[in-house]
């Protein structure tokens, strides 16, 4: 595929502590880790979506005023972000791993429609859904 | 003015384990633990962020539930009273009349005849969209739609 979304960001309080939770915990990889004075382009990569990149991004300078990055992290902590789908085969059993590694489930998995989704947050707030694929 | 993040996010722990157990009694006392701070101070900064009182917030949560439940089982509204929280199917009924306009029974057959339009989106987000936008009081909406004030309470729990 040669067009198409590479990077969403979304936004989180502290990039070290994103970066362990997303690779340690969650099994991405780190794409780009670039730092430049006070900005960090911190960007993971699902091991199976080599093409798509999450961009893990803090607010602040020098892209924000202190107000305008206060206003952001408010609202990450609040979980008023959009949630995060995530497909995966197996719902039960990744929930399972997560909170082994000690995740913070927001929902335990439930069976609907043939299918089974769970929840969980990252540090920062934002809230993921995990989505079994329905088997064809 | 504002919550201070760290202190919204110990408040959206707090909400969240709501979220997973709506069902249960979740007095102020028993938030503010799960959030580290004191009674007092977690209902005024809950309001604060979220905008509504964390009682209130509940109510919603389990309206919610319950509108996914007539909708998606069929299991009868007693039963549904029962797992979403209310002691009494009298309670619920009148609760629910006066958070959604509507009863039970009349959301069931609406969603029985057709539905909406939101099947390709997924389950857990169409439940929030269908969670009530209580901006007033229960009691309070009582009141204004009340011709006389006697049947009026204080309370909105269940």
Known sequence: ??????????????????????????????????????????????????????GLFKPGAPLHDAATAQQLNEVVAKGAMPALVMVVNDCRGTCERLKARGVELTQEPVERYGTVDAGFRDPSGNGWKLIEARKS | MGVDPEMLRRLLRARDRMDQASHEEWPVGR????????????????????GVPPHRYLLTRRIERAKAMLRETELPITEIALETGWTSLGTFGRTFRDVTGETPGAVR???????????????CIVRAVHRPNLTIAVSEKRRQEADDTNGSEETEGP
């Open chain 2, 31 to 50: 938030l503010a633990k799960l959030s580290g701070v004191s009674g007092a101070h977690f209902a005024r900064s809950f309001k604060e962020a979220f």
């Open chain 2, 109 to 123: 057959e609406r969603a029985r005849a057709g539905g909406d339009d939101l099947a390709s989106v997924p389950a």
């Open chain 1, 1 to 54: 595929m040669s067009q198409g979304i590479e990077v969403v960001g979304i936004y989180v309080r502290d990039q070290d502590e994103a970066l362990e939770f997303y690779v340690e915990k969650l099994g991405f990889r780190v794409h780009t880790d670039a730092k430049g004075g006070e900005f960090r382009w911190l960007t993971v990569q699902h091991p199976e979506q080599p093409s798509f990149q999450l």
